[in-house]
């Protein structure tokens, strides 16, 4: 399988780290979801390479980015659709990418799509979280109430591991990982995990603070977004509603506000659809290749 190359760039506040597949092709950039990290991405978007010159960067608290990431200073995601579109301004050459991504990473890519045309040719966002901006229903209110506290369980999560083993150990076919492949996890830990200097002891990247953080500040009306875009847009996501993060009613909002934009309703999949069809999420990239 065709390698990346980890590289970093220097913004005013810390490193942006990111993994590029190099080719005299169109650019992607893939963005990851709250709590992951580029590498978590590898086998889905390596196929692509050469058909591609690929981008996939550490957001601001994750992975190996070193950008300043204070839970208490975060009030909402414009920072990660800042930092992404800064980066898209120094690295793809004044032409367009296609941008794609993954739940808080599809809304930033819709972000940047929405305030940066300029920037995007295309966009492909798989089960991104699109959260109304109105007041939920009673009965929606209901149904959130029976949805695990996201921002809460990542506060809790566990931060250090004795080892590399141990943590994949820990992780393999639990919790949200129920449905990874292996090779997947491997990747998410290799990406995601760093030495803490004492001897085989690992910590997470992204520490739970700002993961817990990041799932409390959700940007409202992502759904919306899709109105002030210009670029095509495909949008994957759990047919089932209650195994996503795509709401039913915000689906409805986002096939009024874009008419042209292709939904893809995927059967049998959770929220994380990346790892579970990545093959779907490929294809529906790759359609933008020419």
Aim: glycine letters at 8%; a negative charge.
């Amino acid at each position: 399988m065709n390698s990346p190359k980890r590289k970093q760039m220097t913004f005013a506040d810390g490193d942006v780290s990111y993994l590029e597949w190099e080719a005299d092709a169109p650019v992607l950039h893939f963005a990851h979801a709250t709590g992951f990290n580029a590498e978590t991405y590898r086998a889905l978007l390596a196929p692509l390479a050469g058909r591609f010159h690929i981008f996939a960067i550490d957001q601001r608290g994750h992975g190996f980015s070193t950008l300043r990431a204070e839970p208490d200073e975060l009030k909402g995601w414009d920072v990660y659709s800042s930092d992404l579109a800064a980066f898209l301004t120094r690295v793809a050459g004044g032409k367009p990418a296609v941008l794609a991504g993954h739940s808080m990473g599809g809304i930033a890519s819709l972000m940047v799509a929405a305030h940066h045309p300029e920037l995007v040719r295309a966009v492909v966002v798989a089960e991104p979280v699109l959260v109304s901006d109105t007041p939920p229903t009673p009965e929606q209110t209901r149904a959130m109430a029976e949805r695990p506290n996201l921002a809460e369980m990542a506060a809790r999560r566990r931060g250090t591991f004795a080892s590399f083993d141990e943590a994949f150990g820990r992780y393999r076919g639990r919790g949200a990982f129920t449905t990874w492949p292996d090779e997947t996890l491997t990747d998410y830990l290799h990406g995601g995990l760093v030495k803490t200097g004492n001897g085989d002891e690992v910590r997470l990247a992204c520490a739970p603070a700002w993961e817990s953080a990041t799932f409390r500040n959700a940007h409202p009306g992502g759904a919306r977004l899709t109105g002030m875009m210009k670029a095509p847009l495909t949008l994957l996501h759990a047919e089932n509603a209650m195994d996503g993060t795509a709401r039913a009613s915000e689906v409805d909002i986002v096939r009024q506000q874009k008419p042209d934009a292709k939904i893809i309703p995927v059967p049998e999949v959770t929220h994380f659809l990346p790892m579970e069809k990545p093959e779907l999420v490929r294809d529906a990239i790759a359609a933008f290749a020419g």
